[in-house]
């Protein structure tokens, strides 16, 4: 059995559940989230708990099991805390601005790389290098994350573009210079 999908998820006050057949939207104070969930997997909300239960233990309902309730914590604590994704622009000249729902990033190419915002994404620039990337769907919040670091990964070797906050490189070593020769 598993324990991730026996665990019940706590609904906490001020959220709404509603479980239509296999749909399922949660409502808070920050916004609503839908999701379609595998008929095979139940969900049933029992005294402020959602709790989730599979049919049978065949290998697709043992797999879905503890995604359906990880999935379902996600909305619940998206809808009442949200999540948020630091990025940090690392390099000489490396800048970001915001202006409306364009991201403007000059990060070493010879031409500024414009990001459009994703709808239920907030994009905000702290000073020049630090990116913070909000929102209530913590899936749309990491892919968001991701594009914009793909558009100017990291390099091995100086550590130059984009990558995310805390994030610890490892520096590959240089090129060995010519030694120097004796007697000639």
Known sequence: MSR???MPVVIPAGVK???QGREITVEGSKGKLTREFHPDIKVAQEDGK????????????????????SLLNNMVEGVTKGFEKNLELSGVGYRAQKAGNKLTLQIGYSHPVEFD??????????GTTKIRISGIDKELVGETAAEIRRIRIPDAYKGKGVKYAGERLRLKPGKAGKTATKGK
């Open 4 to 6: 991730i999908g026996r």
């Open 117 to 126: 915002q994703p709808k239920g994404i907030d994009i905000t620039v702290d």
């Open 50 to 69: 959602l709790v989730v239960t599979r049919s049978s233990d065949n290998r697709l309902q043992r797999s879905l099991h503890g995604l359906t309730r």
């Open 17 to 19: 559940v509603k479980i």
